[in-house]
């Protein structure tokens, strides 16, 4: 399906015609203490431009103090690998490795033609320009001026502190609601490391929880995990799909969810719209 797109881009730059909607999936929490190819190889097939959650910076080795988190140094490499365009560094370990490990780790990024995302930032996907919003404890109100004052379509990505949790919390809840209230086309949720239910509201996109991607630290054990794959132009979103993953803990491999049956069962259960499944991917 990548290269029929890839083919798709290309003609529809010859014909001088408006590319295709733009193909985006998020994923939740990445932190990686070894050499991490094999960890995140899984995601590749996932379609679409991807962004997750960069739990740490990026360091040599573990920062000092304690509940300090790093990653290793080939996470880039690994997440451009497997698809991914954007990192969110907005979360509480951002800068466990103090201000010099923060910059450093907006270097190594770079470096690997990703984009770190701290606020608002624009990124352009299959040839149409989206609005991302990393957030983390940030008010509803400042969160709801930040969509307003990003081009459509906007995709929020945000982190909250919270424990692993199906149900969401007040304040999550709160903050999500501004965001939809104020416009944005996609908001996906991480850090309790728990999964959550998925929602449409018209061509808006609620994830209410994406669990870990991949966890070095034991300070988690929550392998429930789902990737989000969007498909939307500046009108918001008309195609979204779930596809459950088993999330990489403790230097195990992330997989896809060799089971999908029970996730989608279990999203259900949450409160999740009926879902059309689709072998490893489900429609909402």
């Known amino acids: 399906m990548k290269s029929t797109r890839s083919w798709l881009l290309a ?15 998020l994923a939740g929490d990445v932190q990686v203490e070894a050499a991490p190819t094999p960890t995140l190889a899984a995601l590749a097939p996932l379609e679409g431009a991807g962004v997750v959650n960069l739990e740490g910076p990026l360091l040599a080795g573990p920062p ?3 509940d300090r988190l790093h990653n290793h140094l080939g996470v880039p490499a690994a997440l451009r690998a497997v698809g991914v365009v954007a990192v969110s560094l907005a979360n509480n370990h951002a800068a466990d490795g103090g201000d010099a490990g923060l910059a450093a780790t907006r270097i190594a990024l770079q470096n690997h033609g990703l984009l770190a995302l701290e606020g608002t930032a624009k990124l352009e996907v299959d040839g149409h320009p989206l609005s991302l919003v990393a957030a983390y404890d940030t008010p509803p109100e400042a969160l709801a001026a930040a969509v307003r004052a990003a081009p459509p379509p906007v ?3 945000l982190h909250v502190l919270a424990p692993p949790a199906y149900a969401p919390a007040a304040d999550t809840r709160a903050r999500v609601e501004a965001a939809l209230a104020a416009g944005a086309a996609v908001v996906a949720v991480h850090g309790s490391h728990a999964l959550g239910k998925v929602e449409r509201r018209g061509r808006q ?3 209410w929880g994406l669990g870990n991607v991949a966890f070095s630290c034991r300070c988690t054990a929550e392998d429930e995990a789902m990737a ?5 132009d500046e009108g918001g979103v008309y195609e979204a799909f779930v596809v459950p993953l088993r999330a990489g803990l403790h230097g195990e491999p992330t997989q896809l ?16 719209p009926k879902l059309t499944r689709r072998g490893v991917r489900a429609s909402f």
């Open 64 to 66: 000092g103090g304690t």
């Open 228 to 232: 989000l794959e969007v498909t939307l």
């Open 11 to 25: 003609l529809a730059g010859l014909l001088g015609c408006t590319p295709p909607p733009a193909r985006l999936w």
């Open 155 to 157: 995709v929020v990505s």
């Open 205 to 207: 996109i609620v994830a």
């Open 257 to 272: 969810e060799p089971e999908p049956k029970g996730v989608f069962d279990l999203l259900e259960a949450l409160g999740s």
